[in-house]
């Protein structure tokens, strides 16, 4: 069975998730210099920045979570998976996170929370449906994996930022500005061109953060549970069904892809160049070569 510290820590996710922290930051320096030089109102928007990100690092998971219909269970409610949670929480050294249950054919799960201790994982009820218990157990150590790395704070902040610059385009006609560029186009070009360039850096920051630290939650389920195999069939399993998913269906759950275990992925899409997740089959070779390492660790030690 996996250690806390192997199950928990990651050099390499950490390190990354560090570096998107810097870059992000840094970016966001540099938008809020862009957007003072262009006179758009420095304190207003600063205040409102502000307030914006407290709202978003406090009620981010909160509004997810309304937003894909969620709802929290309790143990008399949903009895077997709280007491899979409950079992994996215990071996893995981890506080018991609040669990919910999206009513929805599309069988998938998700993580959220800003901290260990709070912290929510989810389930839909299409998931429950078509899972066997054991594969089930592979995605919920997966989810909670997540919580273990705390990777689901920095990819809710990468989103903000990239939801700021959003709005900012949208509204820059709006927000004034004095100076004028060389004394011809307007400054709301300029600090358009620069929401622009942040969303799209931030985006890509976060969607090399996703594709990695799925890969490492996936280790770390593996770990947890000793049986790989079981959240490869899983894998599998979630991956079919979602093919034949309507693709409105889709495009609704489109916004939580980041945060799925498996996105919700339009039939025909940009997959590669705009995946949020490593292809299935990476990632069921990477659980197969977990599989022979656990298997052949015994026959070394006998």
């Known amino acids: 069975m996996a250690t806390t510290a ?60 309304r937003a894909m219909g969620a709802r929290s269970v309790s143990p008399g409610e949903a009895p ?15 506080p018991k ?83 004028d560029r060389d004394g011809g186009q307007p400054a709301f070009l300029v600090v358009m061109l620069a929401s622009v360039a942040v969303y799209l850096l931030s985006f890509v920051l976060m969607l090399a953060l996703s594709r990695h630290r799925e890969l490492v939650a996936d280790r770390g389920a593996a770990l947890l549970t000793g049986r790989p195999s079981a959240l490869s069939s899983a894998l599998m399993k979630i991956s079919g069904a979602m093919r034949g998913m309507p693709d409105r269906d889709l495009r609704a759950a489109a916004e939580m892809n980041a945060f799925f275990i498996v996105p919700a992925t339009v039939k025909g899409s940009l997959r590669t160049l705009l995946a949020t997740h490593p292809p299935i089959e990476q990632r069921i070779a990477a ?8 298997q052949a660790s015994p026959a070394r030690g006998a």
Do not use: K
């Not at 560090?18 to 205040?47: E, K, P, R």
């Not at 007491?83 to 981890?94: F, I, N, S």
């Not at 994996?145 to 709006?174: C, K």
């Not at 659980?287 to 656990?294: F, G, M, T, V």
């Open 97 to 179: 996170p609040r669990i919910a249950i999206v009513d929805s054919p599309m069988p998938n799960a998700f993580a959220m929370g800003r901290s260990r201790r709070a912290s929510t994982v989810c389930a839909t009820t299409g998931l429950l449906r078509l899972l066997e218990p054991h594969e089930l157990e592979g995605v919920m150590a997966h989810e909670l994996a997540h919580v273990v790395h705390r990777d689901v704070l920095v990819m809710t902040v990468a989103s903000f930022f990239a939801s700021i610059a959003a709005m900012v385009v949208q509204f820059a006609p709006f927000l004034g500005g004095s100076r």
């Open 6 to 65: 192997s199950f928990g820590r990651d050099r390499g996710l950490q390190a990354r998730m560090l570096l998107t922290m810097v870059l992000l930051g840094l970016l966001y320096v540099g938008f809020v210099a862009v957007l003072v030089w262009a006179g758009v109102g420095a304190i207003v928007m600063l205040v409102v920045v502000g307030g914006l990100a407290l709202a978003q690092l406090f009620l981010s998971d909160r509004l997810a979570l």
């Open 80 to 94: 077997g998976l709280h007491a899979l949670v409950e079992r994996l929480c215990v071996q893995a050294d981890l």
């Open 287 to 294: 659980l197969a070569r977990i599989e022979a390492s656990l």
